[in-house]
């Protein structure tokens, strides 16, 4: 299922020639464009404009280049209430050590081990889940290998179980996404992450989905 997420962004430039660090800084920083671009118009807004606009109260940013983490910088509040301040990213040293990374070349068991040793890792499950959710419109069957990190790495977790489920039914795995969804059900109840008051909700989720799948 979708969830919401306090941002962390991992920008990577793999293979790319190094650049100037306090200028890329500064463009990450204060230059981010709209969604909409007016030819001609050079309009850009600082982190800070955007996350008072979104309502987001903390952002982790770290940037790697050819592999090697160059900048990192967190903004906002990690524990709004408490007042306490963001920390920058528990990144990798360099970017070919990230989960994404290593799932990206084929790597799947090494991917989900280092997801599992994160500084946060149900922060990180939760950022895979949003991009696979990001994905899953214009991509299933690539989305269906992102999520796949997740129901590996954490095979207790009944929301990864579902979303990986979600995207394999609507790239067309019907079996798979039948065991996925059945491995909901089997999990759900013992998932601390899950409130009691939702259990009952992703049950029945999950139960409709495999009726649907089941009736193809």
Request: charged content about 30%.
């Amino acid at each position: 299922m979708k969830k919401a997420l306090v941002l962390l962004a991992v920008i990577a430039c793999r293979d790319a020639a190094s650049v100037n660090v306090t200028k890329r800084a500064a463009q990450i920083e204060t230059h981010l464009l709209p969604a909409v671009q007016v030819r001609g118009e050079d309009v850009g807004h600082t982190i800070e404009e955007r996350m008072r606009e979104y309502k987001i109260p903390a952002v982790s940013i770290a940037v790697f280049d050819n592999y090697a983490l160059v900048w990192s910088k967190a903004y906002g509040l990690a524990d709004v209430e408490a007042g306490t301040r963001n920390a920058p990213p528990h990144a990798a040293t360099r970017a070919n050590d990230h989960p994404l990374f290593l799932l990206e070349d084929g790597h799947l068991d090494e991917a989900a081990a280092a997801l599992k040793r994160v500084k946060d890792p149900a922060g990180e499950e939760a950022h895979i889940n949003l991009l696979g959710y990001q994905l899953l419109p214009r991509d299933a069957a690539k989305a269906a290998q992102l999520l796949r990190i997740n129901a590996v790495a954490f095979p207790e977790s009944a929301n990864a179980h579902d979303s990986y489920g979600e995207a394999l039914a609507k790239s067309g795995k019907k079996d798979m996404a039948i065991a996925e969804y059945e491995r909901v059900l089997a999990v759900v109840d013992a998932d601390p992450r899950i409130p009691a008051g939702d259990k009952k909700t992703f049950k029945k989720h999950a139960d409709d989905e495999l009726a649907k799948l089941r009736a193809k």
